[in-house]
Every structure is written in structure tokens, then in C-alpha cells.
């Protein structure tokens, strides 16, 4: 058996003899290559035989090949961890892709039992389509521009279409709450309704013009739907109806366990690199920051770019307040919770374009050293603090928070810092509160934080995975759950920063994500677009500004049924030193 070639569609199996003495010729494959490497464990029933396979892991390597090539270079698993009682066998199934010729690929398989390679006799059903899907998905996700028109009608893109289509309707049909009407093409007739129609439950409508859609999804679930929203591949009259239905359903649809997602999540960093022609204008608007100019398009006058706190719906005003108004009231719950006095010199840490320094400063007439990493933003705020005849009061350093030093004149007497956290990251959160810590006044001291949240009963897979927010709005970005904020506060200090209070402001944010989509479009045509076009000139197409229009359509949607759902939270927490007496200033004693 060692030595039988086996043939799988339109690709050959090599023994690792062979593929050793081919590489080592250094004929037609001598070049660069992909290897792709894909690792499927079989386990066994009580009489060893097998029972099933399920893909675990893949890895992709660029890799130089010529003569002399070494095949041990090829054969590096990753198998330790791994329980040898639950498992009888690990199969490695390995494909190496010629970028010059895309269309030929080579991949050979190896059996590993007991730590030992062997060419594997036999191969079962399950992991025969877990090979003829990897394929298909590199043959159509990774050919290059001028190969992918004619590779797209290939005999492999169809039935990977079929798979992934037939995978996502049939998991589409747990649908219990709410209703999901699908169209596709042309069609102005629904393709496909699923889920009932009750009072008080969103209805949600989405359009397929392009089948890429199926494929996107099927591997890379809600980044694969974000980018198929942005490329025009699919499109709803009302996004955030549709995320809301899914966020009620996510119990019902589960985490995807069929065959199709199985694949799938071994995948999704294998062709996550795949660079066609449409991808390219991603990876680009992943990248691309807006302007003061463009931001000044969609937020309210004082520029504030985080959540307001609304008057309660009881409130007869409610139903008139503009954003401002509730920009101010949450900026004055900074003020009033750190109690701010005249005297005081107070460190913010992220200045935004100053709309916390320049109230703090007309309320309580305070001195604040405001810390910023952006350039265009320092500029901005310190031209609106002169016209405002704040510059005395208000000094804006382009200055990391690890940077700053303790003034010579004592530490800072108040600190505050709105949503700034979500940049610091997981891995220096503690380091983000020692320097709190340290500039804090330890006699009084009083610190305020907000910051959005996510829930601790999902925050372990959040913080394991990848999002369209993180890619293609705040990259590096991460949201800490409250449990994590206030580990890292207490052991940051040993103790000495005292949590005060833990405020929610999470739904008051969904309204104003509503006003800021609304604006953001009504502006599109007049201010962004042509803003954008001269900002990038020479750089974006007009496909291109529909993308990035397209980009934060979907996040203002996706983020507006976030906070709607109570999915995602916005803390406010305050806290203060022992003995910060000013917090009890309004408790009658």
C-alpha cells in the first residue's frame, strides 16, 4: 500500500517518498508554496474500531522549495495536550498550493498512530468531503484576481455553494422567536420564511444578491456576513431588526455543530489571509481612519464619541432632548460622582476632541492635564479650547498613560478616562490601573471609568476570538467584562482603590448609535463622501466608498442592537481612595 497513489478529484496523493523525491528534484513544484495542513482526530469504539473524524485544527505556512529541500520541514504536527485515551489516531491531511499555478495542487496524507508516521491504507467518507471542501475553498478563496472569474465557475464552487447554502437554511430553520424572510437574486418573492410572525417580536428581511454570501457565512459566521454586507453580497432594509432577531434566537441556532461549521472553524484563519479582488478593497478599508471633519458630520456639537445618558421616557422632556443635552448630563455624572471642585488638578486620560475637559472646567473652573495619541485630535480640541478661552485651564499632551510622570507639584487629585479602556487591551489592564494608582493622590483620591462591556458569561469566547468591530473599526480593541475591571482595579492597587459605585449605562446607547447612523447617512453625499475622496485621492474608488459607507452603516447597526439587547453593557465605575471623604459629601451623618 506504501506505494499506490491515490487520486481524489482532480488533485494527487502523494506518499511522503514521493513528494520527498519530488520536492528534492526541484521541477515544476520549486518555487514558493503554500502548505496547508489540516488535523483531524479519529476515535475509536471499545473494540478499536473507528467511529467518526472531526477536524481540529489547520495551520498555513509559506514555504520556499528547491532542491534539497527537507520533507521533515513539512511534517511538524501539533499533537502535544492531546488525551491518547480519547483519541486512537491523529490523520494529517497536508496540501501544498503553487500560487504560479493555482490551478494544480499537490497534498499527500500520513497516518500518526503512537507517535509514529505511517502512509495512511484507507480514508473515510467524512474526512473524503473535509478534503474536497478544503480544496474547493482554495481553488476559489485563494486563486488570484485574473484566475478567480473562471475559477468561480469551476466545477468545485458550485458544490461548495450547495454545502454551505443548504447548511446555513437548514440551521436557519431552529428559528423560534421572531421571523427571518429571505430573498435571493432578482427574485421579488420570498425564497425562503423562517420562523412565525407574533406581536412584540422583531421581523427582520434580508436580500442575497451574490452566492459568495453562502460560502462567507458557512466559514466565517458573523465576519463573514459583516464582509458580504460591506461587498454588496447582501443587504436588509432594517440590519439592526435582523442582528436583534438573531441575538433572541442565539440559544435555538446554537453554535453551528453540523459538518459545515465543523470545517469551517478550523478554516476561517486558513483562507482568512486570501487576498481576490474585492477581499484587497477590504483588508484597505480595514485600515482606513475618518477625519475630524468626517466625525464632526455625524456627532452632536460638543463632539462627544461615547454614550449619553438619556432622560427617563417618564420624563415629559424625554421625547424632545437633543444628544447634546444628554452628552452634557453624562459628562456632568463625571463631574458630580468625582466631585470636582475649583481647586483640583485633574488627569483624563483620552481626550477625544475635549468635551470633558472644557465642561469640567466651565462647571467647577479646575485645572486638567488631558492625555491623547492622536495627533489630528490634540489639534482639534486645543483650537476649540482657545475659542472657548480655556487654554489656561486645560493642557493636552500627545502622551501615552504609561509615559506620564507625577506632576513635581503632587499627584493628580481626580482622574477620569471615558471609554479609552477598550484600546488599553486584555493584556495591560492591570498595567493601565497601576498607572492610576500611581498618578492618584493617595490621601482622597477619586477616579472615574467608563467603559463598554461584555457580558462575563461570554467574555471567555469573546476574548478568544475575532470581530468585525475589532478588524474594521477599532483594531486592537478590546472589551473587558465588569468581573475583569474590577480584578484588575483591586490587584492593580493591592487594594487601595476602592470601588465606589458600578453604573450600567449600556441602553442609553442604542439611541444615540440610532442619531449617529442617521446623520452619518444623511451627510454621506454632501460632507463624508467628498471629504473621504479627497482625503484618499488616488487611493478610493468609488466601489471603495461604498464599502467604507457601507462598513459603518453596519457597525452603527450592529452596535445599536448590541446595547438594545442588553448583549453589551457600558459601565461607569467610580472609585476612591480610603478615607476620600468628598464621596460622602451628600450622606446625611
Not at 412565525?196 to 460560502?215: C, I, N, R, S, T
Not at 456632568?332 to 475635549?354: A, P, S
Request: aromatic content about 8%; proline content about 3%.
Amino acid at each position: 500500500m506504501d506505494n499506490e497513489l491515490k487520486i481524489f478529484g482532480h488533485c494527487r496523493v502523494y506518499r511522503v517518498g514521493e513528494l520527498q523525491q519530488t520536492l528534492a528534484c526541484g521541477s515544476k513544484e520549486t518555487g514558493r508554496i503554500r502548505l496547508i495542513t489540516v488535523y483531524i482526530w479519529w476515535t475509536s469504539d471499545s473494540k478499536g474500531r473507528d467511529r467518526s473524524a472531526r477536524l481540529v485544527d489547520t495551520q498555513s505556512v509559506l514555504l520556499t522549495v528547491g532542491s534539497g529541500a527537507q520533507i521533515e520541514a513539512f511534517e511538524r504536527s501539533r499533537c502535544s495536550g492531546l488525551d491518547p485515551q480519547r483519541h486512537r489516531s491523529l490523520e494529517t491531511v497536508k496540501y501544498l498550493v503553487d500560487p504560479a499555478l493555482q490551478t494544480k495542487a499537490s497534498r499527500f496524507w500520513t497516518h500518526r498512530r503512537n507517535q509514529q508516521h505511517r502512509v495512511g491504507s484507507r480514508i473515510s467518507v467524512a474526512t473524503a468531503i473535509s478534503i474536497d471542501l478544503i480544496m474547493a475553498i482554495l481553488d476559489t478563496l485563494t486563486a488570484p484576481a485574473s484566475a478567480l472569474l473562471s475559477t468561480l465557475t469551476s466545477q468545485a464552487w458550485q458544490p461548495l455553494v450547495s454545502i454551505c447554502k443548504n447548511g446555513t437554511l437548514s440551521q436557519l430553520q431552529n428559528i423560534q422567536i421572531g421571523r427571518l424572510v429571505l430573498f435571493e437574486g432578482e427574485e421579488s418573492k420570498a425564497k425562503n420564511v423562517f420562523g412565525a410572525d407574533k406581536e412584540g417580536v422583531p421581523v427582520a428581511y434580508l436580500h442575497v444578491h451574490d452566492e459568495k454570501f453562502w460560502v462567507r457565512l458557512a466559514l466565517f459566521a458573523d465576519m463573514g456576513f459583516a464582509e458580504s454586507y460591506m461587498l454588496g453580497e447582501v443587504s436588509s432594509p432594517d440590519l439592526t431588526k435582523f442582528f436583534e432577531l438573531f441575538i433572541l434566537n442565539r440559544n435555538h441556532l446554537g453554535n453551528g455543530s453540523n459538518l459545515t461549521a465543523a470545517i469551517s472553524s478550523g478554516l476561517a484563519g486558513l483562507v482568512r489571509g486570501s487576498n481576490n479582488l474585492k477581499n484587497a478593497k477590504l483588508n484597505i478599508m480595514a485600515h482606513y481612519d475618518i477625519s475630524n471633519e468626517m466625525f464632526a458630520a455625524f456627532l452632536s456639537p460638543d463632539m462627544t464619541y461615547s454614550s449619553p445618558i438619556w432622560l427617563p421616557k417618564s420624563n415629559p422632556k424625554s421625547a424632545s432632548e437633543s444628544l447634546y443635552d444628554a452628552q452634557m448630563r453624562k459628562l456632568d455624572r463625571f463631574i458630580d460622582n468625582t466631585h470636582i471642585k475649583g481647586t483640583d488638578h485633574v488627569l483624563e486620560i483620552g481626550t477625544g476632541w475635549g468635551s470633558f475637559a472644557m465642561r469640567a472646567v466651565q462647571r467647577t473652573g479646575c485645572r486638567i492635564t488631558s492625555l491623547t495619541l492622536s495627533i489630528e485630535q490634540k489639534e482639534l480640541a486645543e483650537e476649540r479650547i482657545r475659542a472657548a478661552g480655556m487654554s489656561d485651564k486645560i493642557t493636552v499632551l500627545l502622551c501615552d498613560y504609561r509615559s506620564l510622570e507625577v506632576p513635581e507639584k503632587g499627584a493628580f487629585d481626580k482622574i477620569v478616562s471615558i471609554e479609552m479602556l477598550e484600546a488599553v487591551g486584555q493584556a495591560y489592564l492591570k498595567t493601565y490601573f497601576q498607572c492610576v494608582d500611581k498618578l492618584l493622590k493617595k490621601e482622597g483620591g477619586i477616579a472615574c471609568f467608563q467603559c463598554i462591556t461584555m457580558p462575563d458569561g461570554r467574555y471567555e469566547a469573546y476574548a478568544k476570538s475575532d470581530d468585525f468591530i475589532r478588524r474594521y473599526i477599532f483594531p486592537g480593541g478590546h472589551l473587558p467584562a465588569v468581573s475583569e475591571l474590577v480584578s484588575s482595579i483591586q490587584s492593580a492597587s493591592g487594594g487601595s482603590l476602592v470601588v465606589d459605585s458600578i453604573e450600567n449605562i449600556g441602553p442609553h446607547y442604542s439611541k444615540a448609535l440610532r442619531l449617529w447612523r442617521e446623520e452619518f447617512l444623511n451627510n454621506w453625499d454632501g460632507r463624508i463622501k467628498p471629504q473621504l475622496i479627497k482625503e484618499k485621492a488616488g487611493d478610493l474608488d468609488t466601489e471603495g466608498a461604498e464599502i467604507f459607507k457601507r462598513k459603518w452603516d453596519y457597525y452603527f447597526r450592529y452596535s445599536e442592537a448590541g446595547f438594545s439587547t442588553k448583549t453589551l453593557g457600558d459601565v461607569i465605575i467610580t472609585v476612591g481612595r480610603e478615607g476620600a471623604t468628598q464621596m460622602m459629601e451628600d450622606v446625611p451623618l
